[in-house]
């Protein structure tokens, strides 16, 4: 089991910036991807970005140019830098943790999500 929890999200203003943590608990795979999702109400999640246990990133196109992704391996911390927030941006964002052990994939762990609000 690996247990996520996200903060940092809050009500901000156009053209705003937050960053978000997902902070996880200990586990012991060397390769997995940690990655943030939001999700609009009535809709499914939609990935914006991940990182890999080698530091790869990548980004979807949503948000790309405006969202930076890192983590602190000490804290087991992943974050996401949001900048130039957009009020179409307000959504839940969740982040999602996949392991490889042995080769094999295995599940999917999410955290609780964290509200974005962009507004004036």
């Known amino acids: 089991q690996v247990h996520l929890v996200e903060s940092g999200g809050g009500l901000v203003q156009p053209g705003g910036s937050l960053r978000l943590s997902c902070a996880a608990s200990?586990?012991?795979?060397?390769?997995?991807?940690i990655s943030w999702y939001r999700q609009f109400p009535g809709q499914e999640r939609e990935l914006v970005a991940t990182?890999?246990?080698?530091?790869?990133?990548n980004y979807a196109d949503s948000m790309k140019g405006r969202v930076t992704i890192s983590r602190d391996k000490a804290k087991n911390t992943v974050y996401l830098q949001m900048n130039s927030l957009k009020p179409e941006d307000t959504a839940m964002y969740y982040c999602?943790?996949?392991?490889?052990?042995?080769?094999?994939?295995?599940?999917?762990?999410w955290g609780q999500g964290t509200q974005v609000t962009v507004s004036s």
């Open positions: 999602k943790f996949v392991g490889l052990r042995l080769g094999i994939r295995g599940p999917d762990y």
């Open positions: 200990e586990f012991t795979h060397n390769a997995y991807i």
């Open positions: 990182i890999s246990a080698g530091d790869t990133t």
